[in-house]
DNA sequence: ACAAAATAAATGAATGTTCATTCATTTATT
DNA sequence: AATAAATGAATGAACATTCATTTATTTTGT
């Protein structure tokens, strides 16, 4: 039953975040949405930014755990990357409010102390997986950043594609050929 | 005269964003800063959301002047592509306070009426070159927003990770290393 | 060239609203 | 009966915007 109250009062701002932004996120509503009164916020968050803090930790872990459960030891990289790729994206097609809030909150970086790394870090098990490929020659030998910029970069902006109805990440085939673009991106040419 | 006060108002926002983030922006702070009293300010604009607007607008503006300034009909289309790319990167290297801006101004959709295309449309003469090199076979064959996915996007997130200090802009050789990679992302693979 | 009058620009204290947070009181659980 | 959980009205701080007043600039008349 504890989790319970403290739970419907994070969907509330997830629910809220979305809708209305974080701008207008207000105190109140977030009470209302919850089915709860405004004090009772206080017995479950130390304020707004512990609230909004611990929304975001919640859907970090989630979205990790999703990425690593479509991790397979004994598979190839290559089906690894993908298969990891369409964690990612499937993860947010299915919870499109969460891939919202995390913009959000990833560029609202004066407001709350976090560090902003964390939402790089959300992608940590695939550069892992490319150290991995580039001993063993099959990713090319770039500089962190870059990989970092060709996987993390194009994935987050064509899922806010994909939010805004420019194309449609439903159609396995947008999903594959995203996929593809993004390998061949990172692999050494075959000659 | 006329202007001074209006841009000391507008560069006074840029700074205070940058510096403290869209959610501390106050309007007496935005006149302190610009040395005018809080009044002034709504000589020159209709109110908080119509600074930020005519702020963006104006950032837009020099960008797209930026990118523009950087093609030339003669040249081929790589040397046009790269030129382009340089062209976005060095002027947030020089105007990182403009970049901090966009990132911001884009992620906060729901304050402001302006549709999220706009971000994207800064690039639009990227796109456009990209268009004639599918026609001539130099472009891969993709879907428009992965194509978008894969320049904006990383070109977005290496910005990001320089000012966050991962890596080096500045250094020729990262920019060409970034170049390169975007270009072998989006040309097609000679075998 | 000068002053007076008219117009424009700028000021910043006052206003009213919004909203996070508190806490005395009530309701539920043990 | 004792303890825990929840409530929501009250508080006070923050802050966008207004507007009566002041200051600067321009125009007009002599």
Chains 1, 2 share one sequence.
Not at 92 to 99: I, R, T, W
Not at 162 to 169: E, F, G, Q, V, Y
């Amino acid at each position: 039953m504890i989790r319970n109250k403290r739970n419907a009062i994070l969907k509330s701002v997830l629910k809220l975040v979305n809708r209305q932004g974080f701008y207008h996120l207000n105190m109140k509503s977030i009470a209302q949405e919850a089915g709860v009164a405004a004090g009772t916020i206080y017995l479950y968050f130390k304020g707004k930014e512990d609230l909004i803090n611990a929304l975001y930790a919640m859907i970090a872990e989630e979205f990790n755990q999703a990425i690593l459960e479509a991790y397979e030891e004994e598979r190839a990289l290559q089906a690894n990357f993908f298969a990891m790729l369409d964690a990612a994206v499937m993860f947010y097609l299915k919870n499109p409010d969460h891939f919202s809030f995390v913009e959000q909150y990833t560029y609202a970086p004066f407001l709350f102390k976090e560090n902003q790394d964390m939402n790089f870090s959300l992608l940590l098990p695939i550069y892992k997986m490319m150290a991995q490929g580039k001993t063993l020659r099959l990713i090319k030998p770039l500089d962190e950043s870059v990989l970092l910029a060709l996987i993390h970069g194009s994935l987050n902006t064509i899922i806010k594609l994909h939010l805004a109805r420019k194309t449609n990440l439903r159609k396995e085939s947008t999903r594959k050929e995203f996929y593809n673009a993004v390998w061949e991106a990172v692999t050494v040419t075959k000659k």
